[in-house]
């Protein structure tokens, strides 16, 4: 099935889940699509089996807290997180036996944001230490570090070969992975007319366009290439400056993010147009959400974690 605005309007719940008692920080699809795994303020660790479609364990990060998780490069059963609690050391956990394979210190501050390579087990981390740091799943040791000038957050392009830092909220750095050290490549600026900080980024798939989400009422696709304005997207509801995630679909043809009312709300990439506003009966915000990168499927989450499916009727 080809992901059109007709489908995405057929979204609706399938299954809604309330595995923890705070709000979910955080979840993850494993790259084959088959697992998801959230992560949330009350140190829980929930792992979902996409084909039965419900929460198969819970592992606790009770000393550390958890927060922005993620798979390990093609593997369902490792993930790196960042502490919320003690320290920002970040963790590498094995999910079958739930203990940790390696620990990767080096942040002096809270971890922003944690990429992993879609090649290789390389992944990168920024930090409110202004640094931006390199590392290798085999080895606890700091392989890089860039220091861009700013509160920085990144993430890699689909490649593995580039990253990208949003740096204070005003620019765009690009990174060659493999000669970092000479400095970003190309820098673009790109201010939002209401003041906000940028919570994350994202490429697209097809690597042509980066995404900027913010702590505002507005979000931002720019051109890759050439960093200019693509659109800037708002219209839903987000008046107490939530850090709420925003996702591409998979076909890089839609953007995606949740709201301060709990609904979904669905921009075309190509038109800059509204093609959907999806209630998912969330109780709170929603902070985090992604698109399935293999299945046709969504899931959203506020402290409920909700799964999505398209209705074959609307379509």
Partial sequence: MKITDSVLRSFRVARTYRCNSEKVNCLDYSPNGENAISSSNDDCIVLYDMQEGKPSRTLFSKKYGVDLIRYTYGDANTVVYTSNKLDDTIRYLSLTDNKYIRYFPGHSARVTALSMSPVDEMFISSSLDKT????????????????????????????????????????????????????????????????????????????????????????????????????????????????????????????????????????????????????????????????????????????????????????
């Fill in 132 to 315: 931006i740091r390199i590392w290798d799943l085999r080895s606890p040791d700091c392989q890089g570090l860039t220091n861009p000038l700013g509160r920085p957050i990144c993430s890699f392009d689909p490649d593995g070969l580039i990253f990208a830092a949003g740096v204070e909220s005003q620019a765009i750095k690009l990174y060659d992975l493999r000669a970092f050290d000479k400095g970003p490549f190309a820098n673009f600026e790109s201010r939002f007319n209401r003041a906000c900080d940028w919570t994350g980024l994202k490429f697209s798939n097809d690597g042509k366009q980066i995404l900027i989400y913010t702590n505002g009422g507005s979000i931002r696709i720019l051109n890759a290439f050439s960093g200019s304005v693509l659109h800037t997207f708002s219209g839903y509801n987000n008046s107490t400056g939530m850090a709420l995630e925003a996702c591409f679909t998979p076909d890089s043809q839609f953007v995606m993010i949740g709201s301060e009312d709990g609904r979904v709300h669905v921009w075309s990439t190509e038109s800059g147009m509204k093609v959907a506003v999806l209630d998912g009966k969330h109780p709170g915000a929603i902070n985090t959400l992604q698109f399935n990168p293999r299945f046709m499927t969504f899931a959203s989450a506020c402290t409920n974690m909700t799964f999505w499916l398209p209705c074959d009727e609307d379509v």
